[in-house]
């Protein structure tokens, strides 16, 4: 019973044995085969997390490529703008010039805001046409026709400015019509570029000197008078002068009037009755602006005006001279003369500052010395640029304020009626020339007479002979 026993227990070990042995094979595969499905699983989720990188890496690279398209076609449009705007930036008109202009505007029309910012070239930026310089439509380009026989013709360098234009070239125009209202005022700019600016800006058109001179001669204006107003007897003056020369047959009368500040002469030290009446004239403004009396009470308040003039590389420029010799002259210690170019490079912004800072004043104003406020007194006087006068003195450190008065002298009712004075002396030269022809004829007819009365007397005299030969030869009969 016991062996029974004994085995009968075996038997059962041995089955149990057996069923932990497959119950762990079982365990065993069971592992094997989650962490087979976990591998396999980690490696699936390995591939869409690669394929998922990859595809990413794909967009951002069809972004970037899409981005450098995008950016390379906006360059592409604004360089086709600048190519555009730099052929018009010319000083030459040509039978091109309307219709180049007309595609310049057009072509920066269609830009972006943000193409727009990107327009470069030779002489094109953003500001040739984006620039707020005011509204053009309060300008007049005087360039209509029906003239009558009477013209006079107002030369002006002239200003894209819009403002500008209406209050300084505009206000001098307005003044001398005002004054001879039996002459019809038309205008002409020496400056082909500020022509094409405004008229591919603004579809205003302005007449250049050839324009204007046509335009006369078809209207059958007999009597021309031209009254720059041009500072100064300077390179642009000639410029005009020499136009009108190739017209003077083409009109029954022509005069030219004097610029600004009159007669150049010879040195610094020569001044006139314009020049005096200008120096008077710009620092009254100038004061009235400020808030001063008159000179010296800005003076006595430490303030000094600047007057920055363009300056030209013209024998002519020794005006500006000329200029700082009337201000000393008329005891105004706190006016000085400066350029923005040309020579003597003693009016150079960094000189005046050494004479303003040396004289003691510690605050500045600065004003232009130009008919107009365009771009120089914009820019290079008042601009943030640290080229600009105002940066300069500003950051010399030697005063405690600096500040700009932007306006041109056209709109200085002392200067214009400077310019109607000059106008009316060129009318007046027309009736002594009159008067001079009249003398010379009348002086012709009596010349005349007095032969016919000579031949008259002649003739009486051979008659008289005649008779008297008859006489005798009848009583010799």
Known sequence: ?????????????????????????????????????????????????TEDTAAEDAEATDDASADADASSDDQKAADEVGALIDKIYVQERTDTTDDDCKAAKEAWDKLTDAQKELVTGENADPDYFGRDTGDASKDDPRNQDEIGENELLVVSFGTSFNDSRAEDVKGIEDALAAAYPDWSVRRAFTAQIIINHVQARDNEVIDNMQQALDRAVANGVKNLVVQPTHLMHGAEYDEMTEAIDEYKDKFESVAIAEPMLGEVGDDATVINDDKKA???????????????????????????????????????????????????????????????????????????????????????????????????????????????????????????????????????????????????????????TDDAAADENAEAADDETASENEATDETATDNAAADETATEEADAE
């Not at 016991?2 to 497959?22: E, I, P, Q, Y």
């Not at 304020?401 to 106008?423: K, N, P």
Request: with cysteine.
């Open 278 to 432: 200008v120096a008077q004239a710009i620092t009254d403004e100038a004061c009235k602006v400020a808030g001063f009396d008159d000179m010296k009470a800005a003076a006595d308040a430490g303030t000094a005006f600047v007057f920055m003039g363009h300056g030209t590389s013209h024998t002519a420029n020794v005006t500006y001279d000329q200029m700082q010799t009337q201000m000393n002259d008329l005891g105004f210690t706190n006016a000085f003369i400066g350029t923005v170019e040309g020579e003597p490079e003693d009016t150079a912004c960094d000189k005046v500052i050494e004479k303003v800072k040396e004289a003691g004043f510690k605050n500045v104003i600065i004003r232009p010395l130009m008919v107009v406020a365009g771009d120089h007194a914009n820019n290079d006087m008042a601009g943030d640029d640290e080229d600009s006068w105002k940066s300069q003195f500003v950051a010399s450190g030697d005063f405690d304020s600096v500040d700009c008065q932007i306006e041109g002298l056209g709109r200085i009712a002392a200067v214009e009626d400077l310019y109607v004075a000059h106008t009316k002396a060129a009318i007046d030269s027309l009736g002594a």
């Open 1 to 49: 019973m016991k062996r029974k026993s004994m085995l009968a227990l075996l038997l059962a070990v041995s089955m149990t044995c057996s069923m932990t042995a497959a119950t762990g094979t079982v365990a065993f595969a069971e592992d094997a085969a989650t962490e087979e499905s976990a591998d396999d699983a980690a490696a699936t989720d390995d591939a869409a997390a």
